[in-house]
């Protein structure tokens, strides 16, 4: 259906602040979003629209944990690796909160930078931490350059303050 819309001319639009690329790769509609980037091109695809929520496709498909939608990005658009939403949210960033160890081992695959802050100063395991996810909180600590001690500060979890230290002591 979509094809066949793309073939007649129908334009990707920013309803609510979403493309139609937005769309298919926060639901994980991989062949949706090849459709999309095949008609319209991969960078106007990739790019976060104009007035939104900030949220790009490719940030879309990390916290929803959309390792093939991801992939397709990356591949057309690598320099949306790094780039982050008006939080200064990384993919890393997102895929810590939304908790994929999955999209987390692509993006380091990629070369993500594990130690990046968004802009109030949390790594991806201080977002990790924030929401009391052990299972990325162990996968992150278990990469090679992720600094544990880097910024110790307090992080919110399950109503309770920990540090890191607290957390992992």
Same mark, same amino acid.
């Given at each position: 259906?979509?094809?066949?819309?793309?073939?007649?001319?129908?334009?990707?639009?920013?309803?609510?602040?979403?493309?139609?690329?937005?769309?298919?790769? #926060? %639901?994980? @509609?991989? +062949?949706?979003?090849?459709? *999309?980037?095949?008609?319209?091109?991969?960078?106007?695809?990739?790019?976060?629209?104009?007035?939104?929520?900030?949220?790009?496709?490719?940030?879309?498909?990390?916290?929803? %944990?959309?390792?093939?939608?991801?992939?397709?990005?990356?591949?057309?658009? /690598?320099?949306?690796?790094?780039?982050? +939403?008006?939080? =200064?949210?990384? /993919? $890393?960033?997102?895929?810590?909160?939304? %908790?994929?160890? /999955?999209?987390?081992? $692509?993006?380091?695959?990629?070369?993500?930078?594990?130690?990046?802050?968004?802009?109030? %100063?949390?790594?991806?395991?201080?977002?990790?931490?924030?929401? =009391?996810?052990?299972?990325? *909180?162990?996968? $992150?600590?278990?990469?090679? =350059?992720?600094?544990?001690?880097?910024?110790?500060?307090?992080? *919110?979890?399950?109503?309770?303050? #920990?540090? #890191? #230290? @607290? *957390?992992?002591?």
């Amino acid at each position: 259906v979509v094809k066949k819309l793309l073939d007649a001319g129908a334009p990707d639009v920013v309803v609510a602040g979403w493309t139609a690329a937005c769309r298919a790769a #926060f %639901g994980g @509609h991989a +062949d949706v979003l090849a459709a *999309i980037m095949a008609k319209g091109g991969a960078a106007a695809a990739a790019a976060t629209p104009a007035g939104s929520s900030s949220m790009s496709p490719l940030l879309l498909a990390t916290l929803k %944990g959309h390792v093939e939608c991801a992939t397709m990005l990356l591949e057309a658009v /690598p320099s949306a690796l790094e780039a982050p +939403d008006a939080h =200064g949210r990384t /993919p $890393l960033i997102v895929a810590a909160s939304g %908790g994929s160890v /999955p999209m987390i081992d $692509l993006l380091v695959s990629k070369g993500a930078a594990l130690n990046a802050t968004s802009a109030n %100063g949390r790594t991806a395991l201080m977002w990790a931490a924030k929401n =009391g996810d052990e299972k990325m *909180i162990t996968t $992150l600590l278990q990469l090679e =350059g992720c600094d544990g001690r880097a910024k110790v500060r307090d992080v *919110i979890v399950s109503q309770t303050y #920990f540090s #890191f #230290f @607290h *957390i992992y002591a």
